[in-house]
């Protein structure tokens, strides 16, 4: 406990307010949400739970930094902005790391990473400004017709907890990049580095207004923000059903939206594979996060000839993982909350119901000196049918399903099964044999012999119900501007 004090005392003083227009809102008589440390199960801080007044507040102030001085820098200096941005969040890497591991649970490690990666968007995107350039239209004689990409307006993020930071940096480092300006709505679990984030960005330079962040309930402060009739946007990362509700909000005012939302993604080991690679590989793409991770590799599709040899080498190495809290940088942390631990726990209760053999794991653990902590352990469940429960639905948490497979056809038609199509890993050493892995599958990213191998300059995004659009990358700024076409009869 004495180290779990320090950090807190070494993170300095943790936000307890909204930030609208350039301004702590403290909570004054709303109701304040409780953030914990998933490490410990210790309340870590409070912050305000922002109602539809906060965010009409801090739509209004996003709708007027617009038109402000925001709206005159020039591209070239919007893009040294940003590339500023991205050099305070690494000068501050240590503190946001630190509170991310305490707020959300991750390996120190993990956390340093995210906020790096928080940081590079901004880069990234820094890059791009001044790059966003029109076209012109061939129109004949007496006509000139060109294109210019316009600010889309004030748009809206709904943040989930299981990265927050840097989830938060991947929506609104392309938002500004093309000019706009931004609301975001962080999760309840893990309100603390959006706040720290958008005090960093202003001392960077960034006007106030630009962005805003109104912590508070999804169901209050969310569907607010969804459906607030000047929000012309809304980028959303979470589950399925919420993500409909989303859409079905912004809907009653057109408004576009990106959804990030769940996966059930495969990862098919071919017999002719390189299993000292896949092995690491594959437990690096459950257990990540612990899990918590849309994109994860949940469903490991073994070919016969080489199940065996692959599980036993998955759990031999599962066994020697140490769980542990976040800030003392184990193999894998806890999970956000009491109601997650409670959630995949049922999915692995079920399955021993339907006589499914857990292989390993499978439980919820209690660690020294971290008693109170929502630790699941790494689990893996063998001969797990393609269409049972724990084969179709996101667990979002340490459990690998296991499902043997006779050949790559069958492998494809399992691997699609899912009503998800978010990612999809293949490991061989036949490349004809990966490329019809990769082309067949229905998944926004596919990896070849390395799952998670893309990063954040890569378009990311679902078919089928894991989403709508694509962010990261340059496929990100489309959600972001509205393309103008001027024609001028000569
Ligand atoms: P969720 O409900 O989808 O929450 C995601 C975000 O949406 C949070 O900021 C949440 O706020 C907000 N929200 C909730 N209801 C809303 C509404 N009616 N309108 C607008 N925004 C709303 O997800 P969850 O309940 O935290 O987790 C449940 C499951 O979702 C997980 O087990 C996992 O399967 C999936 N999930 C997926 C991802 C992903 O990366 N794709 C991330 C997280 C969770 P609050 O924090 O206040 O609820
Ligand atoms: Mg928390």
Redesign the pocket.
Known sequence: MSRWRDAIESAGPLPDYMWIDGHQVTAGDRDQIETLDPGSGHTLQSVPAGNSDDIAAAVAAAKTALRGPWSEITPKARGQLLHRCGERIRADAKRLALVETLDSGKPLRDAEATVQRTADYFTYYAGLVDKLEGTTVPLGQNKVCFTERVPIGVTGH?????VPVSMVARGIAPALACGNTAVV?????TPLTALMLVELLEDAGLPKGVINVVP????V???A??EHPDVRHVT????V???K??MT?AATHLASVTL????KSPHLVLNDADLDRAIPDVLAGIYKNAG???SAGTRLLAQRGIHDELVDGLIAQTRTMSLDHGLNNPDMGPLISAR?LQ?VAGFTDRARQRGIEILIGGNPATIAGCEGGFFFEPTIAGNVAPDDELAQA???GPVLSVIPVDDIDQAIEIANSTAYGLAAGVHTRDISQAMRFARAAEAGQVFINGYHGAGDTVPFGGMKDSGIGREKGMAALGAYCEVKAVTVTL
Do not use: H, M, Y
Request: charged share 20%.
């Open positions: 709904i943040v989930p907890w299981n709505k962080p999760a309840e679990d508070g309930r999804g169901d402060a969310g569907q923000l969804s959303f990362t979470g589950s059903p919420t993500g509700k989303v909000a990030e939302l769940g996966g918590q991770i849309c997650q959630r996101e667990v979002f």
